[in-house]
Every structure is written in structure tokens, then in C-alpha cells.
């Protein structure tokens, strides 16, 4: 490896630490009840799914309507 692969890798990690960083600032708390019915989300479902605002059932109702 010459010293341009070397940048070029030092590089790339950059901007995988930059996207990750990135990525992780715009994932919002889970809601602990679906913003739709008001239902608890299970802690396990907020875990699993970070960032997530609706119970089982209001998200399948929501795919099933972007699907129409």
C-alpha cells in the first residue's frame, strides 16, 4: 500500500464515522405510546425498532394504506 491508499482509506473511514454520526443524531427516542391510538408501545418493540412512534397495529394500518 502506498501512501495514497493510505489517504484514500483514511478517507473512506472518515466518512463512515461522519454518516454514522449522522445517522445516529436523526434517530429520534421511541415513543412509549403510538402517537396514532394512544396504545403503550412494548418495551421490547422500542428497543427493537429505535425511534418508533406507532404500535404493531397502526404501522401495519399505515403500510397497508402507502401500498394503495
Keep these: 500500500m502506498d501512501d ?8 473512506e473511514r472518515r466518512e463512515a464515522r461522519a454518516k ?3 445517522l445516529s443524531a436523526s434517530i429520534r427516542p ?3 405510546h403510538c ?7 412494548p ?3 422500542r428497543v427493537a ?3 418508533v ?16
Aim: hydrophobic share 30%; net charge neutral.
Design 4 to 11: 495514497v491508499d493510505l489517504l484514500v482509506k483514511q478517507e
Design 20 to 22: 454514522k454520526k449522522r
Design 30 to 32: 421511541s415513543a412509549s
Design 35 to 41: 402517537i396514532e391510538c394512544d396504545k403503550p408501545i
Design 43 to 45: 418495551q421490547l418493540r
Design 49 to 51: 425498532v429505535p425511534g
Design 53 to 68: 412512534e406507532l404500535c404493531i397495529e397502526c404501522q401495519t394500518l399505515a403500510e397497508e394504506e402507502k401500498k394503495r
